[in-house]
């Protein structure tokens, strides 16, 4: 089904500062109240959507089961492949993303580590952003990080896919930027880094393991606006949602969040970061919009 909201997504996203981290809650009421979607109070969508707005821009893809039971097994094998690093990611205290308060142990104790790292062949260390060549995340330095590559491929490979459909723009873009940073690895002798991409099987450039984490309302103000991420989840849990409150809308599983849910639940989000485009030499891909995609002939 397709849910049309009254907002035009790339004029609401300039009002955007990038230091709007979207805790602050008096400034998200303001921002609704000069951009409201048009309809009243938080609408659940429970079907197979596309988000568009006012301009015929889809901001959004929402696709229930759509893991075969294969690729969700593979899913959960690289992440027990990774715990290790994810019980290390989780901190005592500071940023909310490591923080331990929003992890929990999966169900009766048994399930994946919690925890929430990074993958990525081409990683900035915050403050860094293009004032240094970018590094292998640390999670790919170590001895495994072939197996860890090879673990992670097929669903790699499944969200590319899916971003080809969904944005075709976003898709070339994204294997430009490889292809240019490929070459910068190579002439610039960067450490692992042609090795790594050799086996990274995404058109995406960063990938985010979170195991049982509840997330807080946010902004990931470090990607791209006109680009999709891909947001997976497997697990055996329930009444978990995710909301979009900016746009008030809320899908069972802009700002977004996902409460805790019972059970045990991982999420693999795929994204592209704007400072690796931009190393690479790779000009935005511009909007994924309805007129001339497949959506406007169905």
């Known amino acids: 089904m397709t849910v049309k909201i009254q907002i035009d997504i790339a004029r609401y996203s300039k009002l955007i500062s990038p230091k709007n981290t979207g805790h602050n809650e008096e400034k998200e009421e303001k921002l609704l109240e000069r951009c409201p979607p048009g309809h009243e109070g938080t609408k659940v969508v429970d079907k197979p959507a596309t988000i568009i707005d006012v301009s015929g821009t889809i901001i959004a893809w929402y696709l229930p089961d759509a893991l075969t039971e294969t ?11 990774l715990g290790p690093s994810l019980e290390k990611s989780v901190k ?6 490591y923080n331990q308060e929003w992890f929990k142990q999966g169900s009766e104790n048994v399930g994946s580590t919690p925890g929430c790292i990074n993958l990525s062949p081409a990683w900035f260390q915050q403050g860094h952003e293009n004032l240094s060549d970018p590094e292998v995340s640390a999670s790919l330095k170590g001895p495994s990080s072939e197996n860890i590559l090879k673990a992670i491929a097929r669903p790699a490979a499944i969200a590319s896919a899916a971003l080809r459909v969904m944005h075709p723009q ?6 430009r930027a490889l292809s240019h940073l490929g070459d910068k690895a190579v002439s610039k002798e960067l450490p692992q880094m042609p090795e790594t991409l050799q086996y990274w099987a995404s058109v995406f450039n960063s ?27 497997v697990g055996n849990y329930s009444n978990a949602r995710m909301s979009m ?5 809320e899908f069972r599983i802009v700002r977004h969040g996902v409460d805790g849910g019972e059970g045990d639940r991982i999420a693999w989000a795929w994204y592209m970061r704007d400072s690796v485009h931009i190393y690479a ?3 935005s891909c511009g909007w994924a919009m309805v007129e001339g995609h497949i959506l406007s002939t169905v």
């Open 71 to 81: 690729t969700q097994k593979e899913i959960r094998a690289a992440t027990d492949l």
């Open 92 to 97: 005592a205290d500071g940023n909310w993303r």
């Open 170 to 175: 976003q898709y070339f873009a994204g294997l």
């Open 207 to 233: 990938l985010s393991i979170i195991s049982n984490r509840e997330t807080p309302n946010h902004r990931d103000h470090l990607l791209i606006p006109e680009c999709f991420d891909i947001l997976t989840t």
């Open 245 to 249: 409150p900016s746009l008030q809308l």
């Open 281 to 283: 030499g790779v000009p």
